[in-house]
């Protein structure tokens, strides 16, 4: 998760999820060795009297240092040992997971070997297996996880998350499987909260949503609560009045600590006021009550305010100001929604397309600013350094990440699905790894997933200046032929390829004045 929680799907991840590898933080910190041989002496004395406690084996890792060389020959002392002992390879197999560290798969492999419904061991490899890439193999470990304790609602929900993208009826049948079968765990909500967030069709969403709201009582369930403040934001669109009637409901179980939806619903009733004063034909009005509107900072609704107020300003006779003011939106956070509102309006001012193109270039050159150049960073896939000089001339999409980061996974089909598009255009796809300590995962990772990224490895110190990724991942950045940044800081999921898929048109067919 980077450390700028740019829209409320990443916000969503954080607090409450089982497994580390989807993190994206890049700051790992370690654990304060132990140099007393007392002490130490004491930690393996314990491993020895109860050689199937992982909580011994934690103790004595921590207090060795995963980077002591001591830590594998005493574990394969253990192995030797204890043969029949599953926990013994796991104890330090689970020091290494817990840091992301290549080293923990052998370990997973032989603690499965000696016990194969060893729940946490498939679990680890499938986490391992996300970060090499080999989805297919680490989705076959999920799958063992799941059949080793079906009783288990995280990995039941996580196995059935790994067909999204894979098959889609699977995936979908899967999930409403598992708020089925646990309809008193939190899985279970967010299995239905991931399919109204993932659907593509907005009656899917509500349906979805609708689905969350009767069968898991947001007042009980986190992710029926976050999933209500999604449909609400639906429903601003979609069915003002009936998002004023959610929001009173939500504020009457709201705990005192928060109260955010007596907010929303003022929210609500404030736009389904401005919508009929619309459909009466009351401009003006409609716009002063919407200019009074201030939304959250993680609000989902940012976008179909601004193009609400300049469809009042239109119907107020002021086309030029509606115009005007979604091209200063544009340029901040461009969408699909966007360009076709101002075209619209272009239309209306007697503006042809490239007008309009020429309109949108010369408040995104207002903008822009020289890219801060990165020299010498390392190739993996080719021998070699490289640097930002070496890709002028070409447009650059550039992503931080990390094999370890979750959300950067999540991301790159998203990205892959827009990139091959540009087949054989000038269009550059770079990825710098933020975390060496991962090395060892990137080469495999690039070779088992397919992406077509270039992967490049960071300089730790390095100036970034514009190009900045605040020690997190993932962070996303558009970058002109001329070297300079267009677009910084954004996201892409299932619900806006299209938007990234135009902001790379933009950079390859620039239109100037």
């Not at 050689?51 to 594998?72: C, F, I, Q, R, W």
């Not at 309809?183 to 239905?192: D, F, K, M, S, V």
């Not at 009980?220 to 999604?230: L, R, V």
């Not at 990440?401 to 999540?410: D, E, I, K, M």
Request: hydrophobic share 40%; proline share 4%.
């Amino acid at each position: 998760m980077i450390l700028n929680k740019v829209n409320a799907a990443a916000m969503l991840l954080t607090g409450m999820l089982f497994f580390n590898s989807f993190e994206g933080f890049a700051q790992h910190g370690k654990n304060e060795v132990v140099t007393d041989k007392v002490q130490l002496a004491k930690l393996k004395a314990a491993v020895e009297a109860s050689p199937d406690s992982l909580s011994v084996h934690t103790a004595y890792t921590k207090a060795m240092g995963t980077e002591n060389p001591e830590l594998e020959k005493q574990y394969a002392v253990w192995m030797k040992k204890y043969p029949k002992s599953a926990m013994v390879p796991y104890g330090i197999a689970k020091a290494y997971l817990n840091e992301e560290s290549p080293k923990a798969k052998p370990y997973l492999l032989k603690a499965t070997e000696i016990d194969p419904k060893f729940t946490e061991a498939w679990g680890g490899l499938w986490i391992d297996g996300e970060r090499w890439g080999d989805f297919t193999v680490s989705r076959s470990y999920l799958a063992k996880a799941t059949a080793s304790d079906p009783s288990n609602p995280n990995y039941a929900f996580y196995y059935a998350s790994s067909f999204g993208g894979i098959d889609e009826g699977k995936w979908k049948q899967m999930s409403l499987d598992v708020a089925k079968r646990f309809p008193n765990h939190e899985r279970g909500a967010q299995a239905l909260y991931w399919l109204a967030a993932r659907s593509k069709k907005t009656a899917d969403k509500m349906k979805y949503f609708e689905l969350l709201h009767d069968s898991y009582a947001p007042d009980k369930f986190n992710w029926s609560a976050s999933g209500m403040s999604s449909y609400f934001n639906i429903l601003l669109s979609e069915n003002p009045q009936k998002a004023v009637t959610l929001a009173q409901e939500m504020a009457k179980t709201e705990k005192e600590e928060k109260k955010t939806w007596p907010d929303l619903v003022l929210q609500a009733q404030t736009i389904a006021k401005a919508k009929m004063l619309l459909d009466q034909k009351k401009g003006s009005e409609a716009l002063a009550i919407l200019k009074q509107l201030k939304l959250s900072r993680y609000s989902g609704f940012k976008t179909d305010l601004e193009v609400l107020k300049a469809q009042a300003a239109d119907v107020a006779g002021n086309t030029g100001a509606a115009y005007d003011s979604l091209m200063v939106t544009f340029a901040k956070s461009p969408s699909t929604a966007l360009k076709a509102a101002i075209t619209g309006y272009g239309n209306k001012l007697n503006k042809n397309a490239g007008q309009v193109e020429t309109d949108i270039w010369s408040r995104l050159n207002a903008n822009a600013q020289m890219a801060t150049p990165f020299n010498g960073l390392k190739r993996y896939m080719t021998p070699g350094e490289a640097s930002l000089s070496d890709y002028k001339g070409k447009v650059v999409l550039l992503t931080y990440w990390f094999p370890g980061c979750g959300p950067c996974r999540g991301e790159f089909p998203h990205f892959e699905n827009v990139v091959k598009k540009f087949k054989g255009k000038d269009l550059e796809y770079l990825g710098i790894n933020i975390v060496s300590e991962q090395n060892d995962y990137v080469v495999p990772f690039m070779k088992s997933s397919g992406y077509s990224f270039t992967p490049l490895e960071e300089v730790k110190g390095r100036a970034k200046g514009n190009l900045d990724n605040r020690g997190g991942a993932p962070m996303n950045f558009l970058i002109d032929k001329e070297g300079r940044v267009i677009f910084s800081y954004f996201r892409t999921d299932g619900d806006n390829e299209d938007d990234l898929e135009l902001m790379i048109n933009l950079l390859l067919n620039p239109k100037q004045a």
